[in-house]
């Protein structure tokens, strides 16, 4: 199986840097996801990472480090309709499905 | 940008009722897949679909639940005697691929068991 790490809630301030991380164990590790799902909403992607390193797009960035297992996923220059839950997911073993953490729920206050 | 469909947004159906979810994919993806989220819960994998026959389900997926893709456009998900227990948002999602392809979800459907 797999056991998927990620902080329950975070708050920031509008215009700061906030980081979110994720902590896996699993075995045959495939790739990792991040998902951004605002409040009775579809998750929508955010970012994939199956090499180790930064991949950057735009205002948000994530990380891998496989050896780890783990991930991060940061977002700069924070607005306020970044306020959302903040989905890790990994794929593993022969199964092309990815195993959602619990996301982390962001509120960006002001 | 094209994107994937559910019907209804909401559906509330009594205790042993079968319901069907309904879900249109986007038009030249070729997997389709099915999750829950019960309130305040972790997204959970249900079915996966490809070449019109099921290629990975959940232990969540036994024999109540059913997928079926009738035509060519329209993806379903049955549950045939519900229970308490089903009420949850069920998201359909389709993919280009599999590993490495992001996969699209709908705005999934509420659904309310009483």
């Known amino acids: 199986g797999q056991n998927i790490d990620q902080p329950t809630e975070m708050t920031a301030t509008e215009g700061a840097i906030v980081q979110i991380n994720c902590t896996y164990q699993t075995s045959g590790f495939n790739g990792l996801f991040w998902y951004q799902q605002h409040a009775g909403e579809a998750p929508t992607f955010l970012s994939y990472?199956?090499?180790?390193g930064l991949e950057e797009k735009g205002r948000f960035s994530s990380f891998l480090s496989r050896s780890k297992g783990y991930s991060y996923l940061l977002l700069k220059e924070l607005q306020m309709k970044d306020s959302a839950s903040y989905l890790c997911a990994v794929v593993s073993g022969g199964s092309y499905i990815p195993t959602f953490g619990r996301g982390t729920s962001l509120i960006v206050h002001p | 940008e094209p994107e994937v469909t559910q019907t209804p947004s909401h559906q509330v159906t009594q205790m042993g009722q079968e319901v069907i979810l309904r879900c249109v994919p986007i038009s030249n993806h070729l997997y389709f897949y099915w999750y829950r989220q019960i309130l305040g819960q972790k997204v959970e994998f249900l079915v996966s679909f490809y070449n019109n026959e099921i290629s990975e389900k959940s232990e969540i997926f036994d024999d109540q639940f059913s997928v079926e893709r009738p035509d060519g456009s329209n993806f379903t998900l049955k549950i045939r005697s519900t229970k308490l227990e089903d009420s949850a948002m069920y998201f359909c999602?389709?993919?280009?691929?599999?590993?490495?392809?992001?996969?699209?979800f709908g705005d999934g459907t509420r659904l309310s068991i009483l």
């Open positions: 999602a389709s993919g280009m691929d599999t590993v490495n392809q992001p996969q699209h």
């Open positions: 990472n199956v090499l180790d």
